[in-house]
């Protein structure tokens, strides 16, 4: 089992950058699969970034390709979503996610995943 508190978000101008962490508690970080999603008022939850286990195989959905970058520090027990160039359409509430897969996949669907965090409040004003 594992629990996921992110922190990092708040309230930032177009254009500006947040960098979201998720802090992951156990010792078996290490062995798994994280991604962040958003979700936004009156929408689903989407898919934003995805990382396997060793930080080396990434992947992004089209809205956020080269704004946005995920990564993770195996011996902090954290996965990082560094944003950048933030726009309004960005303003969400922010989770990341845990499955348990000490493989070389990333997953992008949230049935994928069996841990969530709470959730940051990403708001972008124009």
């Known amino acids: 089992q594992v629990q996921l508190v992110e922190s990092g978000g708040g309230l930032v101008q177009a254009g500006d950058s947040l960098r979201l962490s998720c802090e992951a508690s156990?010792?078996?970080?290490?062995?798994?699969?994280m991604g962040w999603f958003r979700q936004a008022p009156g929408k689903e939850r989407e898919f934003v970034a995805a990382?396997?286990?060793?930080?080396?195989?990434?992947y992004y959905a089209d809205s956020v390709k080269g704004r946005f970058t995920i990564s993770r520090g195996n011996a902090q027990n954290t996965v990082y979503l560094q944003m950048n160039i933030l726009e309004p359409e960005d303003t969400a509430v922010y989770y990341c996610?845990?499955?348990?897969?000490?493989?070389?996949?990333?997953?992008?669907?949230?049935?994928?995943?069996?841990?969530w965090g709470q959730g940051t409040q990403v708001t972008v004003s124009s």
């Open positions: 156990g010792r078996t970080f290490s062995s798994y699969a």
């Open positions: 996610a845990a499955r348990y897969y000490p493989g070389s996949s990333y997953f992008t669907g949230p049935h994928d995943y069996a841990y």
């Open positions: 990382i396997n286990w060793s930080g080396g195989s990434t």
